[in-house]
């Protein structure tokens, strides 16, 4: 068990990586690269492997840990690596969690599992158990939408009392549970609450929330992280210019097509339009039809003409 | 239709009144008028009877009558009386309007349908019919987890043209949609959102939201309407201190007992104790056991004791 | 309370009728009777009016007073009638149930409430409180997609030893449920249970349900009715016939269009269609487009052929 | 791709087998070769490894392939071996089906995956696929309750036209589901459809179904096939007796104690109560109360009583 995870605390913008494949489903490793180093220039705090965003469940073992590997040797110490170990089988999980202290990781990320319906005793014994093997500190990922379980805030309360477990992600997009949560803050104050949907950043930040799970910043690295720092300071001009880019991004990218898959195909195929990588979704998702893609691109292209008016 | 709905704004603490029964299940009208001259002086801006707080569903016509002429009566213009129609049928919703009218109420709130599968178009004509019809302005009332349906932003946004639908209460207590919400407030600035979970009042009027629905209000009005104040005024100081009372009213009050009703019995049960009104649920609800109740009232004293002493 | 209700049995083909509509909204008196004739002359078991088919909950007091007056004195005995009195407050329900009684209905059917999450001990609580009071006997209903309430098998079974509740009405669609109820005879042989989705009329009655709820009787009852009965004699032959025009008809007339409302235009329209009734839907629900008017239109004459056929 | 699967058919009893653990999470293999014994004693069908019953996503892949070298091992031909091989990654699936094949199992099951909303197109091409690839037949899983997917009965239908592709196992319950399945069977007769819940097999072999896959056959294999072979007899007098055990075995030894897991530790303590195998839940599900346990023996005592008297 790691015991000095304490040192540096996780805030900021963590962007949940997309997985750069190509048309055969192998690993495209140089828009895997080119990906890193645009996010890492784009100032980012972290980069968040494997996780839903990153398709981590549809993956290959082999690609799972060639892109562990990738991922920790191109961020370098650069960027905090934390690498998503979900899966319904702890055993799994913890032998992921090997293979990411073995290439350097800083963390790992697992959600609630994913199959049966647990109750919040099978949970706080499923995440102390993970906390006690992984070599890694843990993040606890809630996305009660995915796996059909929801993480009471009782149940976080007593899991970060465990010195290994050093944050939670909420994906639920509840505002209700996220008060909950940061009531944990006061007994501990370095626990790390990052929050999942992209358009309650600002509002999260504000409320004492340590940063974002931003798919977004896959594409617009820069402007996440702005928003983050703008909602640190409280600077509530520069916040509503932001946040409403933030939902035309939101609106437009993510929703272009009525497909489940339209926001994973949202940020590929702005990567893709971006000369970063390819857009192929991971099998058995597929990906959104030719107009809707001309639509996400139409829509970039303007959007990012709003990016560099608002930085200028 | 009502053409001057604009004069006021509606925003502020709206209480979702609780309707005082006897154990007979009719109307405590004693307790009602204590209990509208509490909110009163407490200093509220409105009170909003017959809502989900209100027991509405549950509730005979005769009473429902009954309790719209003595809240308006008792009310007296001194706070604003919104009042629910919410119903299946919309004729019935409308001849609610009318009576709110007469009795001299200042809108109606309206939920969407509660029995069948309606989609967005079926939402959309469904409140254009009673947007033109009601004597009384409307506000749309959202909240999916009761009534299966989600009015989404986009239908929001279309509903906000019209000028007797002056407003949203939202209850779903999803942050990404009051995002969403908000945006409609760009091009109809009037256009009146009020969150229903108060453990969101201080977040969302932060960003934007014009007042909460908040339940806790009917106990201890003068908190919620501080609260209010505080985050119109960004005094986060003041907001820190009232929040972890509202998260403890929450979890103390709200939850003393795990039955689906306890919220209810939460409320009712504490103005009991505050020798406001009877505690009775109306019929099929049945309240909560001995023990909760004890733990309501010696919570309730506790947190009586730290709101005086915030205000002190 | 009534105490003569066990003379009859409650078995067979129970028409949920739909109410047929003026397009201004109103009753359409005269498309009403001759409905109820066809369904006498279809030697159907009873009508159920003012049930989901019937679009209860959307329509005003007035026009249920209407419906209920004129079905009563168009049946004249000659079928069993039974009317929905189902609302979310048992004070609206009684009232209808004494105006069904006053026009001489044959029983009462009352959904769980549809707008609280309620426990099954107040659910127990509701129908014993509407039994006792009911002057005409009491069926359950269960439709937990609409109601979000499941009416458990155990609470069916403490309800069943109430004198005044002589049935069951499951519209689940769920086989284990269905076997969980069917216990319940061994201890009330007379207890009647009623299913729901006509798709499982054949193998519930095989198991030895009473009979069926079903809404393509109202289309032709003959049908259904001769479906039940090959079923109560385990007709093989005829019930495979019968089950293919019964999966053609959910299939072709219910599934026309993708609106949540198909199933209810595709009754009313094959009505229309027959010379019936007017085929409008009550607000809010829509009905459906010309396309897919014709598309039932076609189906159902060819579906008329088969069932000619059939008999010949 | 295998050809020749349309030897046999897939009818009767395949019993989803639990997987016998010892308390440190290691296989308990003395107790998975009698268990195995005693199935093929009670004269089952088939046995289904790593399915839901089998805890399958809870296992670590190691154990897994020793299951199934172990079942394939031990059956040795006696009795047909499906292999579940569902994963939420299709390459994960096809190694397994791999494996299944290496050691001489009959055909795999592959759930719908279960972390993304997919459509149907969507699991449509995942089924060619994974049928293109199996080296052994491939049997669809639905189980919408767990996955969060419903295969629709018109998916099912175009996937029934893949010669891979030899039956369908439903959990959902759904009598209406069934009653759409069954019409694949008039145009591809040895389309095997498996239904889930034990409580639906009767019912569901009248109807037309070929079998069951049902839990309660770990325990009493006889039990099950007896009441498929009286049901394939209609022999309703049989088949009414041994419902009514069915039905005790559901409430009583399944529904032991509140728990989710109520079920799982159902079958195992009953296991374990007749000397068969140990007890031991896979994490992250924890076993039921010793309270709990004591009224499944002495459930269990009474139950095997009655199907001792049953036989003679």
Same mark, same amino acid.
């Given at each position: @068990?790691?015991?000095?995870?304490?040192?540096?605390?996780?805030?900021?913008?963590?962007?949940? @990586?997309?997985?750069?494949?190509?048309?055969? *489903?192998?690993?495209?490793?140089?828009?895997?690269? #080119?990906?890193?180093?645009?996010?890492?220039?784009?100032?980012?705090?972290?980069?968040?492997?494997?996780?839903? =965003?990153?398709?981590?469940?549809?993956?290959?073992?082999?690609?799972?840990?060639?892109?562990?590997?990738?991922?920790?040797?191109?961020?370098?110490? #650069?960027?905090?690596?934390?690498? *998503?170990?979900?899966? =319904?089988?702890?055993?799994?999980?913890?032998?992921?969690?090997?293979?990411?202290?073995?290439?350097?990781? $800083?963390?790992?990320?697992? &959600?609630?599992?994913?199959?049966?319906?647990?109750?919040?005793?099978?949970?706080?014994?499923?995440?102390?158990?993970? %906390? $006690?093997?992984?070599?890694?500190?843990?993040?606890?990922?809630?996305?009660? #939408?995915?796996?059909? /379980?929801?993480?009471?805030?009782?149940? %976080?309360?007593? &899991?970060?009392?465990?010195?290994?477990?050093?944050?939670?992600?909420?994906?639920?997009?509840?505002?209700?549970?996220?008060?909950?949560?940061?009531?944990?803050?006061?007994?501990?104050?370095?626990?790390?609450?990052?929050?999942?949907?992209?358009?309650?950043?600002?509002?999260?930040?504000?409320?004492?929330?340590? +940063?974002?799970? =931003? +798919?977004?910043?896959?594409?617009?690295?820069?402007?996440?992280?702005?928003?983050?720092?703008?909602?640190?300071?409280?600077?509530?001009? /520069?916040?509503?210019?932001?946040?409403?880019?933030? @939902?035309?991004?939101?609106?437009?990218?993510?929703?272009?097509?009525?497909?489940?898959?339209?926001?994973?195909?949202?940020?590929?195929?702005?990567?893709?339009? /971006? +000369?970063?990588?390819?857009?192929?979704? %991971?099998?058995? @998702?597929? +990906?959104?039809?030719?107009?809707?893609?001309?639509?996400?691109?139409?829509?970039?292209? #303007?959007?990012?003409?709003?990016?560099?008016?608002?930085?200028?």
């Amino acid at each position: @068990m790691n015991t000095d995870n304490t040192v540096d605390k996780y805030e900021g913008i963590i962007v949940p @990586m997309v997985t750069p494949l190509h048309s055969s *489903g192998e690993l495209d490793k140089k828009g895997t690269d #080119r990906l890193i180093k645009h996010l890492i220039n784009g100032g980012v705090h972290g980069i968040f492997i494997l996780g839903t =965003t990153g398709e981590a469940s549809s993956l290959k073992p082999s690609l799972t840990k060639e892109l562990i590997e990738l991922s920790c040797k191109e961020a370098n110490g #650069r960027t905090k690596v934390l690498v *998503g170990i979900s899966h =319904t089988s702890s055993d799994v999980s913890l032998k992921l969690a090997q293979i990411a202290k073995e290439n350097g990781a $800083d963390a790992v990320v697992a &959600l609630t599992p994913y199959y049966f319906y647990l109750d919040q005793e099978e949970l706080e014994q499923y995440y102390i158990h993970l %906390a $006690d093997e992984s070599p890694l500190p843990v993040f606890i990922y809630n996305f009660p #939408r995915m796996t059909k /379980l929801n993480l009471e805030p009782k149940t %976080a309360e007593k &899991l970060a009392l465990h010195p290994n477990i050093i944050g939670l992600k909420d994906s639920s997009g509840n505002g209700v549970y996220l008060q909950k949560l940061l009531s944990i803050k006061k007994k501990r104050p370095d626990f790390s609450i990052l929050v999942g949907p992209e358009e309650m950043l600002a509002q999260s930040v504000i409320l004492g929330a340590d +940063g974002g799970v =931003t +798919g977004g910043a896959n594409i617009f690295p820069e402007l996440y992280v702005l928003l983050f720092e703008a909602s640190k300071n409280k600077d509530w001009l /520069l916040i509503d210019k932001i946040q409403e880019i933030i @939902m035309e991004i939101s609106e437009k990218i993510y929703s272009a097509s009525p497909k489940n898959s339209a926001y994973f195909s949202g940020v590929k195929e702005s990567l893709y339009h /971006l +000369g970063i990588c390819e857009p192929h979704l %991971a099998a058995p @998702m597929i +990906g959104i039809d030719p107009k809707s893609k001309e639509s996400i691109y139409s829509h970039l292209d #303007r959007i990012h003409s709003k990016i560099k008016k608002l930085k200028s």
